[in-house]
């Protein structure tokens, strides 16, 4: 069974402009959640969807964005880069079935901001 | 909201010893689940071992248990027979028993070091 898969693994980005990450979940998983990793802020969440629906969404401002498709791979966006939005990014995914509630990996995406 | 405290950014120990690592949390919820991951160099989180709360006995994966102390919101993770490949970041985990609410809140981890 293939894993969590984080496409691209590596990115480099000028301030101001935007960027779109990809996940593609663990065969029928259907929550998927993003987590932003920096060595100052450490691991954040930063939303979750299920079946094409966002869940939950934690402290980030609104230029952070995702969205989730009807096969489940997500896809989050971030416009108006700025240079603290250099960090790694985590995806996740879940099968949340019964009282499974394990959260699976991928590798992430490095962002770098110039 | 919920809160996660590791106290000891690094630790090492010799190879086949046996460590352990700290974490106590914060919530005003009954039912929860606890998790330890693991991330070495390359980069993926990787679960070592889960408790959920309403569970009093402690949870076992092989060379990893835990020792969770609900009264006292503390749950540590020992390693026995520490290996080379042990050698990555670990970071106690919170999740809420709640449908529709399954975010995990991290500590700030711990970066574990083997030495040979």
């Known amino acids: 069974k293939a894993g969590v898969t984080q496409t691209p693994r590596y990115l480099i980005k000028t301030r101001g402009q935007q960027v779109t990450l990809s996940c593609s979940p663990i065969s029928g998983h259907r929550s998927v959640s993003w987590y932003q990793q920096t060595p100052g802020q450490g691991l954040q969440f930063l939303f979750e969807?299920?079946?094409?629906?966002?869940?939950n969404k934690g402290n980030f401002p609104g230029r952070f964005s995702g969205r989730q498709f009807s096969n489940s791979r997500s896809e989050m966006n971030v416009s108006t880069l700025e240079l603290g939005d250099s960090a790694l990014y985590l995806c996740?995914?879940?099968?949340?079935?019964?009282?499974?509630?394990?959260?699976?990996f991928g590798q992430g995406t490095r962002l770098t901001v110039v | 909201a919920q809160t996660v405290t590791q106290s000891q950014p690094e630790m090492s120990v010799q190879e086949a010893e046996t460590v352990t690592l700290s974490c106590t949390y914060d919530t005003s919820e009954s039912n929860y689940y606890l998790f330890w991951y693991k991330q070495p160099p390359s980069r993926q989180m990787i679960l070592v071992i889960r408790?959920?709360?309403?569970?009093?006995q402690n949870a076992t994966e092989n060379r990893f248990s835990v020792n969770f102390q609900k009264a006292a919101k503390s749950f540590s993770l020992k390693i026995s027979d520490s290996q080379l490949g042990d050698t990555a970041m670990y970071f106690c985990?919170?999740?809420?028993?709640?449908?529709?609410?399954?975010?995990?809140?991290f500590g700030t981890g711990t970066r574990l070091t083997i030495i040979p």
């Open positions: 985990a919170f999740m809420k028993h709640a449908r529709g609410n399954e975010k995990l809140t």
């Open positions: 996740a995914s879940s099968p949340l079935t019964g009282a499974n509630t394990e959260a699976f």
């Open positions: 408790q959920e709360a309403y569970k009093q």
């Open positions: 969807y299920f079946s094409e629906t966002q869940r």
